[in-house]
């Protein structure tokens, strides 16, 4: 009886450490973040150091560049020639109407030139996002943040006007990199 008591009562916290994410569902997760993150709701704002961002999935013929020859420049909000805010005004109001340019209560802006991944290729990403060398000096922990929290990540999902979506929520992307996180970050190929 003693015996039984002491098997149902340790046995349970011992199995939950032992419990960890093992490489295979780790790739898994990536190939779902990577399903987002190629998608053009992130990609035509994650255009590495190419000047303009891209007006992909919205109707135009592929690898269609921003029109009206808008460059982000070092700045990354075009201030040595016209401004994001121009037209991209700062605004919690929904986007609703088809073709206007979309807003977030963010200024509108590129990522750094190291967060590229437009026509890069899963694995590409996958090496990119895992070291803080070139995901903007972020830790596993910090970028869940950035996909919890931030107003571009937000408005990705939920584009309105009409726009295709990435699959999946704001939360899933985030549960998703942080299991990729606990199985130690694995990219196919490793
Ligand atoms: C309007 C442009 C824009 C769009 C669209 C956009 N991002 Fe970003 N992203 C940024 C900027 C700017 C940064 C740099 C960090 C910051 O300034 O918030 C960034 C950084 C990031 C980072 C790294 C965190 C960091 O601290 O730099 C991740 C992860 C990310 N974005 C995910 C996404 C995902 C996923 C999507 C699509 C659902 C997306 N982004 C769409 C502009 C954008
Ligand atoms: C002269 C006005 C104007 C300026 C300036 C401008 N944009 Fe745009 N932008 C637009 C319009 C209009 C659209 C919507 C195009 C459509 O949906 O057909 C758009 C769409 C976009 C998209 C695509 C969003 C999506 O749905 O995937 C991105 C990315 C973008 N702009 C980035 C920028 C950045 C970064 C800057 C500053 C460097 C900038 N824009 C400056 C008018 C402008």
Redo the contacts with the bound molecule.
Sequence with gaps: MRLIFALVFLAPPLVAQETTVTREEGVAAWERVFEVASH??CT??HVGDQEA????????RAGKV???N????ES???AET???R???VTSAAENIV?????HIDEA???PPVELDWLDKTSAEICAQMRNPETNDDNTIAELVEHIETSAFVGWGFV?G?G?SVPPGTTTDLARDVSIWGAAGTPCAGD
């Design positions: 053009p709701r035509n704002c961002p891209m007006w992909e999935g919205l109707g135009y921003h029109g009206m808008v460059l982000a420049d990354r909000i075009g016209i401004p994001c121009t037209c991209h088809p073709h206007a340019p979309p509108w802006r590129l584009p006007g726009r």
